[in-house]
């Protein structure tokens, strides 16, 4: 601890948590758009609003970067570590949106699957953020992340199955094609932060 | 200017230059597609054409990379700008194969905000490459680029909305979703551009 | 010779060498699934093992990459060579589980040129592999691949020209187009290899 205190930079590891954290946020809200009869115009408007919360924090991170003299890590790493955890909202919001810019009526249940996989991954890289200020105890976290990307993989998997079962007309299966792709996407998202997290820590060590 | 002044390394701001024009060229021939009744197969062949013409560009610069001793930056940022400026072209020329491959009869008319875009991201990265050379004046640029790549985004998500509303069969939808898609992935290949731009301005400054 | 010799480093090019020696086995499996009548659940089986011993040797790179001082070459790039070889098996598998997954009872036969493709990129590229070590004679490698995967794109066209030629109903399109996809993702996944050995040679030379 002593050598790496270095105390112009607390901020980096804050912005880094509170970018996860918007992520937490998109994934409460991803499980509430599954609840039949829900709001969903109102649920996309706060993804919308949590979005541009994790854009601004994105900025953040980049001008910061920008007016910074010494940096926790390398700016290029700083860079992609915030622009990688900006895709995972990215992904969570374009389930939103999609669902409601097809009017899609009913979402399969199964889907359910996938967004919890989403949260738990939301819950971890929030919980993993601050201890990049050490490097420590960070290899669980990566770890998991790949398990739970696994399982995720695993539930996509039995979706598609069941979109091309013949059960659903094709427009129906491109519409929820297009959702499942997304929320697949956003795990995928989470798992390359966690490989960029990786990838830091092996060059600090 | 007199401590950037590197005569040896001129050429690569011509190269990325001309690779950036090489994508106004195929930004037009987008326009010509769109119009009713023009000649389809001979804009393919020119739109082959100007994308064999970016390649020989993108080779240019390798080459030149490989046997220059200093580099303007780092080679792998030439590299990587490079190959993204080629990308843009890979997607222009996809939407134009692509709607001959399909025998796309009828192109939605809304494709013309998305090929507008293109247009003016065209426009405005070829007007920014030479001013790589001073990294000056480049924060307009792809602050610019971020704006049009949201406008792109809308028009993008209005004729999904439309092609899934019921009034087109699925296989057109498939169809007209794979040229839509590319002209979208060529909009975002400007943004990765305009985001190496960036990157290679925060590690110089 | 004598200069680059560091016995230590030894077992990173083995063990690239043997990342692409699994991938000439997932190639020959992907061509023995084009077999009709063939026991598919049998291949995609051995594909999901020879995928996880794919995943042990990028392990082994990795734990490799961390217990190691001096590392043959950079780091970041051990780390992105092996992910992209792992990229290329996990495009291969999707093909192979898709195929399963959506009970496509007849592939066309146009998919023989993509796999057989794949099967001399794959062959290639485990030939390449041990070159790493004195970095010579590395460049007809990746123009082969470059010239391969442009063969690749013409297949992957006439296959898509075919799909979309009306004789197929549109649900089977999207199995089949998905089937394509991954392979052609594999062919391009390849390409991405090739990338990073050319961008190591300029880095080295």
Request: aromatic share 8%; glycine share 2%; with cysteine.
């Amino acid at each position: 601890m002593a050598l790496r205190f270095r105390p112009a930079d607390t901020t980096f590891y804050d912005l880094f948590t509170q970018a996860a954290n918007h992520l937490v946020d998109g994934a409460a809200l991803l499980a509430e758009m599954l609840g039949e009869g829900n709001d969903r115009e109102g649920i996309a408007q706060r993804m919308r609003d949590a979005e541009h919360a994790a854009d601004e924090t994105t900025h953040a991170i980049i001008r910061r970067v920008n007016s910074t003299f010494v940096t926790p890590f390398d700016r290029e790493d700083i860079y992609s570590l915030a622009s990688s955890l900006d895709d995972v909202m990215d992904f969570m919001e374009e389930a939103v949106d999609l669902t409601l810019l097809y009017e899609v009526v009913k979402l399969p249940s199964e889907l359910a699957n996938q967004v919890e996989v989403i949260q738990r991954c939301a819950e971890l890289t929030a919980e993993s953020m601050p201890r990049l200020r050490t490097m420590a105890d960070l290899e669980e976290y990566w770890i998991e992340i790949n398990r739970l990307e696994n399982l995720g993989d695993k539930s996509y998997r039995r979706i598609l199955a069941k979109l091309f079962s013949g059960k659903y007309e094709a427009l129906e299966v491109m519409k929820l094609k297009d959702v499942v792709d997304s929320l697949e996407a956003a795990i995928d998202a989470f798992e390359t932060v966690a490989n960029i997290v990786e990838q830091l820590v092996v060059k600090e060590s």
